[in-house]
């Protein structure tokens, strides 16, 4: 499997969690209410596998190969680690919001959504830009041999910052959250 592969199929489970983030928030601005178990759940994917796996492999792993093949490679990966910290961002100001919301802070609801949504439409715009172009750049600079190396980084992250078995938890919340959300 080319090693952008496993970012392209990782990307599909973001999507189906940004997903069910939106429905999670519609519902929360229509009721006030957000099912506590849910809404960690929907917090720990973002913060673990989203940013401390997914995230760290293009940061760690991926960018690094890339401006050491490439000077033009620096712009785009800026870039895309600037929307990664702006991603950051929206999810700490989410959490803040929710542990307030869990503490009988009604208003702090609006702030939630309002992150939620933003995070919703950076991390759909900034998917597209990995596949649809930072990822064929990959897929057509790099030698078989590369690929697999970045792999072998990709699994050292995995193992090293989620810990073994994590991702099928990951998978497993998804499929529960699905059935529930949409």
Do not use: W
Not at 23 to 31: C, G, I, Q, Y
Not at 53 to 68: G, Q, R, S, T, Y
Request: glycine share 6%.
């Amino acid at each position: 499997m080319k090693a952008t592969q496993q970012l392209k199929d990782e990307h599909e489970g973001i999507r189906a969690m940004l997903n069910i983030l939106e429905k999670v928030s519609e519902k929360l601005e229509r009721t006030g209410a957000v099912e506590k178990e849910h809404f960690d759940g929907i917090l720990e994917f973002l913060e673990t596998f989203v940013d401390r796996c997914h995230h760290a492999k293009e940061e760690d792993v991926l960018f690094p190969a890339m401006v050491a093949l490439s000077d033009e490679a620096r712009a785009p990966n800026a870039a895309m680690r600037a929307e990664h910290a702006t991603g950051r961002g929206y999810v700490r100001s989410m959490s803040r919001a929710y542990a307030a919301h869990v503490e009988g802070d009604v208003p702090s609801s609006r702030d939630i959504t309002e992150n939620a949504r933003a995070y919703v439409s950076l991390l759909r715009d900034h998917i597209v830009k990995e596949n649809d172009v930072l990822f064929e750049v990959v897929d057509k600079t790099f030698s078989h041999e590369k690929q697999d190396e970045l792999f072998e980084g990709f699994e050292r992250i995995e193992e090293e910052r989620i810990g073994r078995g994590k991702h099928e938890e990951f998978h497993g919340l998804l499929d529960k959250l699905g059935a529930i959300y949409m």
